[in-house]
């Protein structure tokens, strides 16, 4: 009995579709560690973050609360600019 090419080349479609399907379903057994839980590296990166200080209103330079009268002064001056 003799295979007829187009049977064959239809087998093989069939099956790599199947091992596809098949490779792309396994599942990863690797578990995700949740960042929540985990605690910041002791390494010079990291070394000055939890030393920094909140940003509140109290540390505010006075150069910056300038520069922000200022911008409100332009906006309330010129409404209508866009």
């Known amino acids: 009995m003799k295979i007829k090419p187009s049977i064959l080349y239809l087998?093989?479609?069939v099956i790599s579709i199947i091992a596809i399907i098949y490779?792309?379903?396994?599942?990863?057994t690797e578990e995700?560690?949740?960042?929540e839980n985990s605690k910041m590296p002791?390494?010079?990166?990291?070394a000055n973050l939890n030393a920094a200080q909140e940003p509140t209103g109290g540390n505010v330079s006075s150069e910056f609360k300038?520069?922000?009268k200022n911008l409100?002064?332009?906006?309330v001056s010129n409404p209508k600019d866009t």
């Open 66 to 68: 300038n520069k922000m």
């Open 32 to 35: 995700v560690i949740p960042i």
């Open 11 to 13: 087998l093989v479609f």
């Open 23 to 28: 490779v792309s379903n396994m599942e990863n």
């Open 42 to 46: 002791s390494d010079e990166i990291h």
């Open 72 to 75: 409100e002064d332009y906006v």
